[in-house]
């Protein structure tokens, strides 16, 4: 699992210092894989709060995008996750 967003490295140092994140942190200050998935707020120059499940593949298999007050559901992206690991195995 991987993240990525417009911040700076030592936004995501702080980031991941003060909550303690268990995985990798992508830099993308220019902007390009924020405007690639379409999630680029370009009046505020900002990305979306968004979540995207890549599979090994390469293959976008689940996403969802919505303003900064929008709540993710983390049950909901544990069920995706789960829905495609029972996928494989089968």
């Avoid at 049950?75 to 996750?81: A, G, P, Q, T, Y």
């Amino acid at each position: 699992m991987i993240g990525i967003s417009g911040d700076s490295l030592p936004c995501h140092k702080a980031f991941v210092e003060a909550r303690g994140v268990p995985f990798l942190l992508l830099s993308d200050m220019h902007r390009s894989v924020i405007a690639a998935y379409g999630v680029l707020d370009d009046d505020r120059n900002v990305a979306f709060r968004s979540t995207f499940i890549v599979d090994r593949d390469g293959m976008l298999r689940w996403g969802q995008a919505g303003d900064r007050q929008m709540t993710r559901d983390g049950r909901e992206i544990l069920r995706v996750l789960d829905r495609i690991r029972t996928l494989r195995g089968a």
